[in-house]
């Protein structure tokens, strides 16, 4: 389960970095800052829930 979230993460931290670059719509910088935030706090979380795993 873990490393599903872990790639959803992943994929979410790759998903705003394209939003905050995107030249066509101007509200992407907000949104896609968000995501990414979201998506690197997940992926955090999940790293280190994957080490403490034996």
């Known amino acids: 389960m873990s490393r599903w979230l872990d790639r959803c993460a992943r994929v ?3 998903a705003g970095v394209g939003l905050m670059l995107q030249p066509f719509w101007g509200t992407g910088l907000r949104y896609g800052f968000f995501v990414a935030i979201v998506g690197t706090l997940l992926h955090v979380v999940t790293s ?7």
């Open 12 to 14: 979410g931290m790759v």
């Open 48 to 54: 280190r829930r994957q080490m403490e795993e034996p």
